[in-house]
């Protein structure tokens, strides 16, 4: 069956860096694209970055430009998230997501059928 699994949460001082990973298994994921989501306590789960399964074209929320870069490996199944200068309102639990049509690239968390279970990252200031 799909199985998406994060790693690389944890926690690290403002302006610090993390590398989350998702490892991907149970359906043809390099044809598949891929999206980072985030929920913080008491908010919505709110799209991240995603990148297509065949071009690598990315798209990115305002708030983590610049900061954030999200990048796959094909032939390892995995999915990154680099996040760099990382501040204390990027706190939450990162989602790794996955959207098997691999057709246009979305933004919107109901467009992802399958879910990992999250890794935290906590952000002290």
């Known amino acids: 069956q799909v199985q998406l699994v994060e790693s690389g949460g944890g926690l690290v001082r403002a302006g610090g860096s993390l590398r989350l990973s998702c490892a991907a298994s149970g359906f043809t994921f390099r044809s598949s694209n891929m999206g980072w989501f985030r929920q913080a306590p008491g908010k919505e789960r709110e799209f991240v970055a995603a990148?297509?399964?065949?071009?690598?074209?990315?798209i990115d929320a305002d708030s983590v430009t610049g900061r954030f870069t999200i990048s796959r490996d094909n032939p390892k199944n995995t999915v990154y998230l680099q996040m760099n200068s990382l501040k204390p309102e990027d706190t939450a639990v990162y989602y790794c997501?996955?959207?098997?049509?691999?057709?246009?690239?979305?933004?919107?968390?109901?467009?992802?059928?399958?879910w990992g279970q999250g890794t935290q990252v906590t952000v002290s200031s």
């Open positions: 990148i297509t399964w065949w071009t690598g074209r990315t």
């Open positions: 997501a996955a959207d098997l049509r691999g057709g246009m690239l979305y933004s919107t968390a109901v467009e992802y059928r399958y």
